[in-house]
C-alpha cells in the first residue's frame, strides 16, 4: 500500500477525487477553518484522545460487542453473520461515538453551546445528551414531519435540557433541519459549535466524522481477529449521510479482500420517486456545502425523498461513499421500505433483537447475501441503533392500532 | 442603487415588468436571484419568494427568458445570482455563453467560497463575465484581501445574519478591501431609506434585498409602490453622496 501525498489526503484537502470540498457561504468559512485547525490539532493531541477514550469506554459503553448470530447463520444456510451491536451505546445508536467526539472538541475551542440538525432524533438525542454531560446548552432543528413523526425523541430531548426548533421551511424533514441549523450557525459561531450528524457536509465535516466513527471499524477488526482468527469476507453498513457506514469500513479499505457493502433506502422502489437511494439514483451536485451525488430534477433543485427511515431519507450521501463507488472499492445497494420491515421483524424473531430502521436496511441485504456464500465466509454487520424509537410505526404499517392513551 | 428581485415570484410576466420598473425609477442595476429550493444564505422572506417561484414553475432557462425579454425594454445592468448547484447542473460554459449573449455583466453565487471559485471563475471570465464576491463584517482584513484580489465585477459586504449592516459593522472590512482594490463595494441593506443612505456614505453602492423582494410579496399595486421606493431611495443616496 502506498501512503497518500500530503496533497491527496482528504484529512487535509477536504477532497475524494471531484468530491468533497466547501461549498458554503463566505458568512461561514473562518469558522470552518477554525474547526478544521482545532480538529486537525487534537488529533495529535493525546490528552485529548485520552479523553476521548475514556468517554467512549466509561459513558457510552464501548467497546461494543461482535455478536455471532449463530441461529440467523444457520437459518440463512451460509455465510456466519456477525453484528457489530452500536445499538448497545449509551442513547442507542452510533451517534453518540461522533457526538463525544465533535463536542469534545467544541469544548476545547471554548464554545459554550451545541446546536445539531436530526432526522429520526436519535443524532438530537446524542447531542442532547453530551450537552448535558458537559453542562453546554444545546438547540436542536427537527423537520415538522419528523417532530411528529418522531415526538417520543423530540420529549426525550427536552427531558435532557435541549430546546427542539421544528423547522417548518421547505419539505419539513432532514434536508430543511440542516438549512436551518447552518443558518442558526451562520448568525451564532462565536459561542456555539454546528455538531453534523453524519459524514456530509462541508470540510472538515466529512472526515471528522469518519475519524470519529472509525472506532467502530477499529474494534471490529481487532475483535474479528480474536473471535474468528482472520478478517471477515464483508462489511455491511446501512446508509443515510454514511456515517455509521464509513465507520464501519474505514479500518477495511487498506484489505482488498474485505468486501464493503452499504445499503440505502429505496423507499417504495428505486424506480418510483418515493426514494431515498441516492447512489442509485442521484447525479453529481453542489449541496450542503459539498459536491456528492444528490436527488435533484434537471434544473438542480434538491428532490423531496422519501423512506419509511427517518434517519435514511437524506436527498445526498456522504462524498466518501461516492468515491469508494467510483473506484469499486465498496458496492451500494438499495433496500425497500418492504425488505427492510421484514427484515426488522425477521431479527426480532431469529435473534431476539429489536434493532432500527435504519439497521434493518443492512440486516435485509444480509439475508440476501449470506446463503450465497459458504459456511467458512463471515459477515459483519453494523446494528447501527435500536429500535424502541421504531415500534410505533412498524405497528402502523402492519395495520395495528395501539392503544397509547 | 441595487435591488434584488426573486426570478418568478410571482410569475414570469410580472418578474419582467418589476425590473423595469425598477429601472425606470432610476434603479442602477439588478440582481436578479434564480430561486432555488434549498437557499440556505437568504433569510425567511427570500426563501418564501424563491418557494413561491418554484411554485410557479421557474427555471433557470427561464430566468434567462426573463432577461431576453426585460433586455428589450432596458440596458439597465443585471447581475445573476445563483446557487452553485444551479449553474453546475445547467454547465459553467453554457451558462457563462447565455449571460454573455444577454449582456448579465456578472453572478453571485452565495455558495461558492474563494476556496471554490477555481471551477467557475475562470469559464465566466472567458465570456467577460465577473464572478462578483461576498464578504463578511466578520471576514478577516486578510481573508477579505484575499478574496478582493480575486474579485472581478463588485464586491459585496454581508452583515451577520439577524444584524442590521452599521457604518460601524461594515468599516473595518471596507476599509480593508479599499486598501487593496478599486472595484466598487456594496453593501447589503435589509432595512430603511435612513439605514441605506447612512451606508451609502460608506460604500459605492447599496443593495435593498429583502425589503424590496418583501414589497414585491405584498402583491398589491407593486409597481406603483417600486417606483416610488426607488424614487425616494435614489433621491435619498444621491443627496448623501453630494
Ligand atoms: C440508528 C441509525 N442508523 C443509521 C442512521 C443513518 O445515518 P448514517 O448514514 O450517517 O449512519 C441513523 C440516522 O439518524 C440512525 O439513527
Known sequence: MQAAKSSEDPMLTGRYGDFGGQYVPELLMPELQRLDQAFQHYQQDPEFQAELTDLLSNYANRPSLLYHAKRMSADLGGAQVYFKREDLNHTGAHKINNVLGQALLAKRMGKKRLIAETGAGQHGVATATVAALFGMACDIYMGKMDTDRQALNVYRMELLGATVHPVTAGSMVLKDAINAALQAWTARADDTAYIMGSATGPHPFPVMVRTYQSVISQESRQQSLDQLGHLPTAVVACVGGGSNAIGSFANYIDDPTVQLIGCEAAGKGSATPLTAATMTCGRPGIFHGMKSLFLQDDAGQIAPVYSISAGLDYPGVGPEHVQLAKTGRAQYVAITDDEAVAAFEYIAKVEGIICAIESAHAVAYVQKLAPTMRPDQSIICTLSGRGDKDVAAIAKYRGVTLNED | ?242
Do not use: W
Open chain 2, 1 to 242: 442603487m441595487l435591488s434584488t428581485v426573486v426570478a418568478g415570484d410571482p410569475n414570469f410576466e410580472q418578474t419582467v415588468s418589476q425590473v423595469v420598473t425598477l429601472a425606470q425609477a432610476g434603479c442602477d442595476l439588478v440582481i436578479l436571484a434564480v430561486p432555488f429550493s434549498d437557499p440556505v444564505a437568504d433569510g425567511p422572506v427570500v426563501q418564501a419568494a424563491d418557494e413561491r417561484a418554484l411554485k410557479a414553475g421557474t427555471t433557470p432557462a427561464q430566468v434567462f427568458a426573463m432577461v431576453a425579454a426585460i433586455r428589450q425594454q432596458t440596458t439597465m445592468p443585471i447581475v445573476l445570482s445563483a446557487y452553485a448547484n444551479l449553474l453546475y447542473q445547467y454547465g459553467y460554459a453554457a451558462f457563462a455563453a447565455k449571460c454573455q449573449a444577454l449582456a448579465i455583466g456578472g453572478v453571485i453565487v452565495p455558495d461558492l467560497p474563494l476556496e471554490e471559485q477555481g471551477e467557475l471563475q475562470p469559464t465566466l471570465a472567458a465570456q467577460g463575465i465577473a464572478l462578483m464576491p461576498q464578504v463578511g463584517t466578520t471576514t478577516t482584513p486578510k481573508r477579505a484581501q484575499a478574496i478582493a484580489a480575486a474579485a472581478t465585477g463588485f464586491i459585496e459586504v454581508l452583515a451577520t445574519p439577524g444584524q442590521a449592516p452599521t457604518v460601524t459593522s461594515t468599516q473595518p472590512v471596507i476599509a480593508a478591501l479599499r486598501a487593496v482594490t478599486e472595484l466598487p463595494i456594496v453593501i447589503l441593506s435589509e432595512t430603511t431609506t435612513v439605514a441605506a443612505t447612512e451606508l451609502a456614505t460608506v460604500a459605492d453602492g447599496v443593495v435593498i434585498g429583502s425589503t424590496m423582494v418583501q414589497l414585491i410579496a405584498t402583491q398589491s399595486s407593486v409597481l406603483s409602490q417600486l417606483t416610488a421606493m426607488t424614487k425616494a431611495l435614489r433621491q435619498a443616496l444621491d443627496a448623501s453622496h453630494h
